[in-house]
């Protein structure tokens, strides 16, 4: 049965389907010899190519999985640089059918939780606004916090691309109340580009680190180094999967070691 060509690839485990989207757009993607086309329904009888490397269409399903990334302020979250600077894609362990995709992005000056998953759905439904997973940060501030700003923040502010805000704002454990910096927690249920950095700033703040220490229900936890990763745990995956309304294969969810060892 022919399906869409977003859908089809993003079960394959090439990328999410606005990744896919995107790539179609560019030009990058080719069915039978031609450009392929936004909706285009294709099926496991054509030849499908990414960057002009065959797809395997209709083959099995590989087992989902996700690795937790703990990323290093200065990695690009990007598979390709051409500046040549670090990306996290060259760590990442082999997969024998399709590719790791990045469940949103951290900019070069952000470090903390990043999710991976080898399924293009779960990596949609884990992006898409209507899921309104929360990302929480730890966020160490140089500025003013005055209650006026507090509530602008918890309000909402307009940037350029709309009205924002943090679901919750609050200070941080490890915050003394004195001094110039400070910690603080802060909670959002979108993903938009440099959001936080952008609301703070807004309000004439300087954010000074910025780390990612939630997605979901995964926290980052420790046991895994910068710059290093590990799978997540089957109860990680429990968890994340019905999050997110997707039924899991047992066989799928079995993993050799109960506890993954870090790695990196």
């Known amino acids: 049965m022919s399906e869409r060509i977003q859908k089809v690839l993003a079960e394959a485990g090439v990328a999410s389907r606005r990744a896919i989207e995107t790539l179609i757009e560019e030009g990058r993607i080719s069915v039978n010899g031609e450009p392929a086309t936004l909706g285009q329904k294709i099926d496991a009888k054509d030849r499908v190519k990414v960057d002009g490397k065959a797809v395997r269409l209709g083959a099995r399903q590989a087992a989902t999985r996700v690795l937790l990334y703990k990323k290093r302020v200065g990695e690009l979250v990007t598979r390709d640089d051409p500046e040549g600077r670090k990306t996290i894609f060259k760590k990442l362990p082999d997969l024998e059918t399709g590719r790791w995709i990045a469940v949103g992005r951290l900019d070069i000056n952000t470090s903390g939780l990043l999710l991976l998953t080898n399924d293009g759905e779960l990596a949609r439904r884990l992006t ?37 805000h943090f679901d919750s704002f609050v200070r941080g454990d490890n915050e003394d109340g004195e001094g110039a910096n400070q910690w603080w927690r802060a909670t959002l249920k979108e993903g938009r580009n440099r959001e936080v950095r952008r609301l703070l700033e807004s309000q004439g703040l300087q954010v000074s680190r910025l780390i990612r220490v939630r997605y979901g229900p995964i926290e980052l936890g420790r046991g895994v180094k910068s710059g290093g990763y590990r799978e997540l745990t089957p109860d990680e995956m429990n968890r994340l999967l019905t999050q997110v309304g997707m039924e899991r294969d047992r066989k799928k969810s079995e993993r050799k070691t109960s506890k993954p060892k870090p790695r990196g």
Request: no cysteine; aromatic share 6%; glycine share 8%.
């Open 128 to 164: 898409h606004p209507s899921f309104e997973m929360e990302r929480e940060y730890a966020v160490r501030v140089l500025g003013e916090m005055t209650d006026e700003v507090l509530r602008n923040l918890r309000k909402g502010v307009m940037l350029e691309d709309g009205m924002a």
